[in-house]
């Protein structure tokens, strides 16, 4: 199974018609779209431009969405109540003029303030992109930090074809 279908199947389980919800990377609005289907709102973050735009015109028959042009290292600044679910489909946008990669580091602050913005009982979905050094950087670091925190990971998934799949966990707060 592609890692897309896993991540959609799982999300039809965790979040209904009474969660706010956010997508901290927007990309094409694959999974915002999914989002603003299941879930009663939806907050999208991207750093890119053509992100926002394509995600804007991917789910225009929505009206539960707001969409932020801004690092979502900046997540506390427009959020203040706590939320159901975040998603990280972490990398950069595919064919865009100026792609932007998610880096570690900024990963990690994100994920921190992502990890205090989310309700008991709430979830993370997060995707690393192994298969180049970089992801495969960003993986190591948060996996770390997953670790020597206690960070509950529920589920990890890895489509069997190879090493370098990309690598989505499932975080549960409790
Ligand atoms: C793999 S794509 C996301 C795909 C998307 N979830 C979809 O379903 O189409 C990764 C996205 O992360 C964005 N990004 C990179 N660094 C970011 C940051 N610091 N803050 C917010 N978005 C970032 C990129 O611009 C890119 O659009």
Redesign the pocket.
Known sequence: MKT?TFVHKYLKGLINKDDEVV???????????LLCKLAKRVIG????K??IN??KE?IKEFDNYELIL????NVDKYIKNKMKLF?F??????H?KN?????GT??LV?FKKAYDLLMNNGYIII?F?VGHKGGFDEYYLLNKYFNENNILVIEKYQAKSSILEPITFIIKKV
């Open positions: 897309n997508d901290m990377t927007v990309g094409n609005g694959n999974d915002t779209y973050f991207d750093i890119n053509e992100a394509n995600t991917r801004d690092n979502h290292i998603i489909n972490l990398g950069y946008l595919p865009s792609p932007t990669t998610t880096k900024e990963t994100a995707t992109y």
